[in-house]
Structures are given as C-alpha cells and as structure tokens.
C-alpha cells in the first residue's frame, strides 16, 4: 500500500501485477458482457415470440427490445451506488459483487418459464432480471477500468485502459458463438423451446471463473493512497455534480455515440432484421450470428490498436479519427446488409466496427482522466450510466420504429451519423489529458481544465 510520503505511482506495481490485473478486467467485463449480450441476442431472436407474443408481432417486437433498454435505464442507480461504495470502499470489492449480480440474474433467465407457462408472471419476472442486469452493468465498467487504468504506467494508460475494453467484443464473441451453436445444434422449433436456454445457465460456471481470477489481485494504488490518507469523500456523487456535472454530460455524449452505434448489433436489431421470417431478407440464424461474431473479432482488433494508439497520439485525436470513421461507413453498412448477401453483410459490420473500436478503445483511459480521484468511480461510473441509456438504451427500439415507419434502413443511418456528430463535437469541448498524474496529491490540478472551456 503506498504511503502519504510516496505518491501513488503505478509504476511500482510489478509486471506480474499489472498482468494479473489485465487479465482480470478482461475475464470480468468479457463474462459481464456476455451475460449482458446473449439477453440481447434472445430479444432479437426469441423473446418477442415466447413472452410478449399476446400483444401481436410488430409490438411484440418492440417490447422485446425495449426490454433490452429498460436496463439502461437502471445503469445510472447501479453507477450511483457502486461509484459511492467504490469511491469509498475500494474498486476491487466492487468488481465481485458486480459479477456475482450479472452472473446471477443471468442463470436464473434460463429457468424463466413462458408466457404460455406462466402468463403475465413471465414477462414481468424476465423485466426484474433485466433490471438487475442493467444494475450490475452500471457499476461494473467504473470499477473494472479504474484498477487497469491506475495500476498503469502513465505512458501506458490507454493500453492497459483497452483489456477491459475487450469485455465487450469478446462477449459479444462468446454470446453470438453460443447462440449459433445452439441454433445448429437445436434448429427451428426446438431453439425456441429450449436451445436458447443454454447459453444463459452456462453463465452459473463463468462466474466462478469470474471470481477466482478477480479475488486474487490488489487494490488500485491510487485508492489504496486514499484510503491510508483517509481521504475518501463522504458524499462523493453530491461532489460530483456540484462541480463537474458539465464533464459529466460531455463525456456521456462521447459514449452515447460509440453506443448507439454499437448496439446495432450487440442489442440484436441487425440480428432480427436478417433473419426475420417476415421480413425483406429472410435469412438463417446461425449464419448471421456467426457474421456478428466476425465483427467482433474486428472490433476487439481496433479496440486494442486504438488503445496502444491514443498513448501515442493523444485520447481526443483517436477518438475522432474514430468519429469520422463511423459517420462515412454508417450508410454503406446497411446498404451492405440490404444486399442479403451473406458475405456483404459480414463485410458492412465489419467496416463499420473499425470507429466503433477506435472509440472505444482509449475510453478507458479518456475517463479516467478526466475526474478527480477522490470522485473518479462516480465521475468515469455515472458518465459512462448516462452515455448508455443517451446512446444504446433504446437505440434497437428506435431503429425498429423508424424502418416500420419509413420502410428504409436509411431513417436508421440518418439517425446514427447524427448521434456520432453530437458525440464528435463533444469530444472536442474536451481537453486531452493524456499522461495527467491521477494520484490523490494532484487533486487539484485534476479538478481543473478538463474542458477547452476552462481555464
């Protein structure tokens, strides 16, 4: 534990530490977001069909998938509550109660009966676990990013910061991996009626993985150095928006754009669009999960080069390399899709994952630096809860609405390309903080300038 006469300096963190902690973010985010993903892609796929079928297709639909949103929804709670418990307690302890909730609600989804079973009881159970879902998603990202990003060295934070940005792509991975082998090996009718159902009790497995991997590393030394300073703040939320809020709402307007985007297919709207029995494109399960999977891997890719990138180049200028790499392919990407090609549409998600990842990847880092660290749970916690439900939270539902209303993917292009303005120019009201020390004794310098506002 560092001492109040030695700052809090990652750099006397082992290696072997510091490879300890990589693994463990990643582990934890990947089991988080593949919990968090096969909901989505079951929403896509299934769940309109076996809990709210009683409302017709076309609501059906669109409850499906605002029950993938109403989590977002609850994100800012679980941010609240894990940022003040994290800002207080430590970020370690925070990373396995998170795991625990996620992993939990999961298994029990698998158990859920129909609606054919259970009546009204089944959607509103599978809404709760939802909810707890969306809980644990909001406090576990704070927390897992903090003990990457502050273990680092400073010329290494947006490296470091990218394992846990790997969660998801690699979740994504697994959750589209598990659900096309399950529609291979349970096709048709008995996917439905029980091959979906696998890879949500697989989840009872990983957490045990889960918390073997995250029990056995230490606490981040910037809280540690808090923590032997007794500093911690008493109402670190209340802090928070008495003198940072408009960092706050900027930085939610970064994510918001790389979310929205991003949940075109890990929130299942591309997945039901291909392969809907009614709709224009008809196509098989299996072969488009296995295309989403592909642009995972693609995502994973530049979300790791981007963050090795932005120690060289700056947070702000990836970020917005990334920006305009997502506006010019929003279009091409659904005109790939409507082909109906399979291997064009896997070539229109992959293109257009590339800025997904390159602003993904140094978000970790970007952040972090951004808030004080006494607050930076809350601040990195909250700011991330907001972008979310601004950005993902509905962006399935919305996209469904607007191609029943207009009859074109189009409308849905036009709706992206606007969000990833928003979230451009937010980004550059931003100051780049890159390599700014984040220990306790510069809290000062870390409370100012983090806009190109101030002074």
Request: charged share 10%; glycine share 10%.
């Amino acid at each position: 534990m560092a001492s109040p006469s030695h700052p809090a300096d990652p750099t006397r963190t082992t290696a072997a530490e510091r490879r300890r902690v990589a693994l463990a973010t990643t582990i934890g985010t990947t089991i988080e977001w593949y919990d968090f993903f096969i909901y989505a892609s079951a929403a896509g796929l299934v769940f309109a069909q076996l809990y709210f079928r009683p409302a017709g297709d076309q609501i059906a639909l669109l409850l499906s998938f605002a029950s993938v949103g109403v989590s977002f929804l609850f994100r800012p709670l679980g941010a609240l509550l894990a940022g003040h418990l994290g800002d207080r307690i430590g970020r370690k302890a925070m990373l396995v109660v998170t795991l625990i909730l996620m992993g939990g609600a999961t298994t029990v989804i698998g158990l859920l009966p129909t609606y054919d079973q259970a009546g009204v009881i089944a959607p509103a159970s599978l809404l709760i676990l939802r909810i707890l879902q969306g809980l644990s998603a909001g406090g576990e990202w704070g927390g897992a990013v903090l003990m990457a990003v502050e273990h680092a060295p400073a010329e290494r934070r947006g490296r470091f910061g990218a394992f846990p940005q790997l969660g998801p792509p690699l979740g994504l991975l697994a959750a589209s991996g598990a659900m096309a082998l399950m529609a291979v090996i349970a096709p048709g009718p008995a996917f439905a009626a029980w091959g979906w159902r696998v890879p949500f009790l697989i989840s009872v497995v990983l957490i045990i993985v889960g918390i073997v991997v995250r029990s056995r590393v230490a606490e981040s030394p910037v809280f540690a150095e808090i923590a032997e300073r007794r500093e911690q703040t008493t109402l670190p939320v209340a802090r928070l928006f008495r003198f940072h809020a408009p960092i706050v709402i900027l930085a939610a307007l970064t994510f918001a754009g790389n979310n929205a985007a991003g949940y075109m297919t890990t929130g299942g709207y591309l997945q039901n669009y291909a392969t809907d029995p009614n709709g224009p494109l008809q196509l098989e399960r299996a072969p488009v999960l296995l295309a989403v999977s592909a642009s995972a891997v693609v995502w994973g890719l530049c979300t790791w080069i981007a963050g090795g990138l932005s120690d060289r180049i700056g947070r702000r200028t990836t970020y917005l390399i990334g920006w305009a790499c997502q506006l010019i392919t929003v279009f091409p990407m659904f005109w790939l899709v409507d082909t109906g090609n399979l291997w064009l549409l896997a070539l229109g998600l992959a293109l257009f994952t590339i800025g997904n990842g390159l602003t993904y990847g140094p978000q970790a880092a970007f952040f972090a630096e951004l808030f004080p660290a006494s607050i930076r749970f809350s601040g990195v916690a909250i700011s991330y809860a907001i972008g979310a439900i601004l950005g993902g939270a509905f962006a399935p539902t919305i996209a469904t609405a607007l191609v029943q209303q207009f009859h074109t993917t189009n409308a849905v292009g036009v709706y992206l390309a606007g969000l990833t303005i928003i979230a451009a120019a937010a980004t550059f009201l931003l100051r780049d903080r890159t390599g700014i020390p984040l220990g306790p004794e510069n809290e000062a310098g870390q409370a100012r300038g983090a806009t190109i506002l101030a002074d």
